[in-house]
């Protein structure tokens, strides 16, 4: 099996090699900078103690080069964000080297397109392309399938991230969020009656973490998990929120010069600290609520740990061809029981009163 990873020499992209190395997975490293790319194979090279690693060079605009680059791999992981402007030439030239796709974006739009322009693509090549294989949009995705197991017919599915620790973000997150931050501000899309929509009000702005006291205040925020419950759910509603205290942070405006004098990414040790909480709340209609928990630290390690586990069975195991949400493309339950070996904890719990306000 051999996998390649495009914007490999990125913050993410060189945590994904890690990983890559750490499983013992063949990779190809691909980007648009070849003295930043070796560099990267270097260090991965030395750490996986292969020598120099397989790399080749291609830029989003030459979709010629892209292909060549990625033919004869099994899957490509993408790591190259902001993706709204990069990412679909990214799958495209995937999905025509017959590779299987995955990615790393956070960009609800994003993942929307991609469902809306290639899943006939990827159909008639064969291939699987599932988007937003991320610390957030996996793990919330496929709990959201074992909550809709146990509790029916649902109403409503609420979404809520929350993340504490130092360091921040890194680049390229900010760098995507700059880019979608009209969106962000807006509170992205909700789902409803069938349709993706912009505009609608949050139906929660506090939420109630467990074992807390009192509820915290959240705002709406565009999550992917929106995009993805809804294809494997009957569900009237679903809508993401994110910590408001997070969210006021990014009143401060960005330029691209703040961004690019910011340190690249958390350290090693600010990655120590970092602890999320994600809640994935599911309301039957008649009032019961069933509250799945995902746990875990480190936001950008677990992301690599999850993103070559997507990648890598999609190439070992296969899937159905087009483009999927996690759940369609994964059993729900193996997934997540692998994610917790790796210290990414979930659990469910069922009761008789809503735990939001
Ligand atoms: N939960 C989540 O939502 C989540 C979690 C983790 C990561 N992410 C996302 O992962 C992405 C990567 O983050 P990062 O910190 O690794 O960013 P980064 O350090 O800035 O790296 C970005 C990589 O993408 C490449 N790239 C950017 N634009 C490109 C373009 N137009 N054409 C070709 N290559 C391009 C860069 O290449 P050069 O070096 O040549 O510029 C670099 O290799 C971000 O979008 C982030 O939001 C999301």
Redesign the pocket.
């Given at each position: 099996m051999k996998i390649a990873v495009y914007?490999?020499?990125?913050?993410?992209?060189r945590l994904v090699l890690a990983e890559l190395a750490r499983r013992g997975i063949d990779m190809r490293l691909v980007?648009?900078?070849a003295t930043?790319l070796r560099e990267a194979a270097t260090t991965v090279g030395t750490a996986a103690g292969t020598g120099d690693a397989d790399q080749r060079i291609a830029?989003?605009d030459d979709h010629d080069a892209l292909v060549a680059a990625f033919r004869g791999c099994d899957a490509v992981i993408n790591?190259?964000?902001?993706?709204t402007?990069?990412g679909p030439a990214v799958v495209r030239a995937a999905i025509a080297a017959e590779c299987h796709y995955v990615d790393?974006?956070?960009e609800q739009l994003y993942t929307k397109t991609v469902f809306d322009t290639f899943a006939g693509d990827a159909e008639r090549a064969g291939v699987t392309v599932v988007p937003a294989t991320?610390?957030?949009c996996v793990p919330g995705d496929l709990i959201a399938h074992l909550l809709a197991e146990r509790v029916h017919p649902i109403e409503e599915i609420a979404v809520s991230h929350f993340i504490t620790g130092a360091g921040g973000f890194?680049?390229?997150?900010l760098?995507?969020m700059v880019e979608t931050i009209d969106a962000v501000k807006a509170g992205g899309l909700s789902y409803d009656d069938g349709d993706w929509r912009a505009g609608t009000p949050a139906r929660h702005t506090a939420v109630t973490l467990p074992d807390a006291p009192q509820p915290t205040d959240v705002v709406k925020c565009p999550l992917s998990e929106v995009v993805t419950i809804p294809r494997h759910i009957e569900v009237r509603h679903v809508e993401s929120h994110v910590d408001a205290a997070v969210a006021a942070q990014l009143n401060t405006p960005l330029t691209p010069e703040i961004i690019d004098s910011l340190p690249?990414?958390p350290t090693e040790e600010d990655r120590r600290t970092h602890r999320f909480t994600y809640l994935i709340d599911a309301f039957s209609r008649d009032g019961q609520l069933v509250r799945g928990v995902v746990r875990g630290h480190d936001?950008?390690g677990s992301?690599a740990v999850i993103a070559v586990e997507a990648a890598r069975r999609l190439a070992a195991e296969g899937a159905k061809p087009g483009v999927l949400a996690p759940a369609q493309a994964y059993d729900a339950t193996s997934f997540l029981t692998f994610l917790a070996l790796h210290g990414i904890s979930w659990t469910i719990t069922v009761s008789d009163t809503r735990a939001t306000s």
């Open positions: 914007g490999a020499n990125g913050y993410q992209g980007g648009r900078n930043r830029d989003t790591c190259a964000g902001p993706f402007r990069s790393t974006a956070g991320n610390d957030g890194s680049r390229g997150s760098r995507s690249e990414g936001t950008y992301t």
